[in-house]
């Protein structure tokens, strides 16, 4: 896949109340998983999904969030609640966990997580997760964030074109969103 052309474009300041109705564009992966749960309180409830943000700069590198200590890299993202404005979120995820701002410009991922909890055939609830693209725009790499001591949470933000050395994706929907990104 041409990871420089994945994806449907959208402006930059365009409301989306429902990522899953970009599913059958153009250019945009689809994908449904699940999520098996311990009980009915986890991740998913009383949301509508998760917003992740792929940011891109004019040389290609991607701007992960990255723990030494556990091992891994993330995209920057974020709860959707009820009524919130995906695009929004995406934005607002990128600026707040980095420092940078962004102009959205693809939506590159549409899917739905059936959540499960045990001894239940049927999913608890189903939740959206669509992954964007966005560019800076503005604003820099907060200082307690260029190194993991810096801050209080051990996340550090690295713009890079793959993994760093040592660094994973973690199982499930985070290494598929860095998958679809980094090839």
Same mark, same amino acid.
């Given at each position: 896949m041409d990871h420089e052309h994945i994806g449907h474009p959208i402006a930059g300041d365009e409301p989306i109340t429902d990522p899953t109705s970009y599913r059958d564009h153009s250019g945009?992966?689809?994908?449904?998983?699940?999520?098996? &749960?311990?009980g009915p309180e986890h991740c998913g409830t009383g949301t509508e999904g998760r917003a992740i943000v792929d940011v891109r700069d004019e040389d290609g590198e991607h701007l992960l969030l990255v723990h030494d200590g556990v091992g891994v890299a993330i995209m920057p993202n974020e709860t959707v609640?009820?009524?919130?404005?995906?695009?929004?979120? =995406?934005?607002? =995820? =990128?600026?707040?966990?980095? %420092?940078?701002? *962004?102009?959205?410009?693809? *939506?590159? +991922?549409? %899917?739905?997580?059936? &959540?499960?909890?045990?001894?239940?055939?049927?999913?608890?609830?189903?939740?959206?997760?669509?992954?964007?693209?966005? +560019?800076?725009? %503005? %604003?820099?790499?907060?200082?307690?964030?260029?190194? =993991?001591?810096?801050g209080s949470d051990e996340w550090r933000v690295e713009w890079c074109s793959e993994l760093p050395d040592g660094i994973s994706a973690p199982d499930g929907g985070?290494?598929?969103?860095?998958?679809?990104?980094?090839?």
């Open positions: 945009v992966e689809s994908r449904d998983e699940r999520n098996d &749960h311990d609640d009820p009524g919130e404005d995906w695009a929004t979120v =995406a934005r607002e =995820a =990128a600026a707040g966990y980095t %420092g940078v701002e *962004i102009e959205l410009e693809a *939506i590159l +991922s549409v %899917g739905t997580v059936e &959540h499960t909890v045990p001894e239940q055939d049927d999913p608890q609830m189903t939740t959206a997760r669509a992954v964007f693209r966005g +560019s800076p725009v %503005g %604003g820099e790499v907060d200082e307690c964030k260029r190194a =993991a001591d810096k985070p290494k598929r969103d860095l998958d679809l990104v980094l090839g």
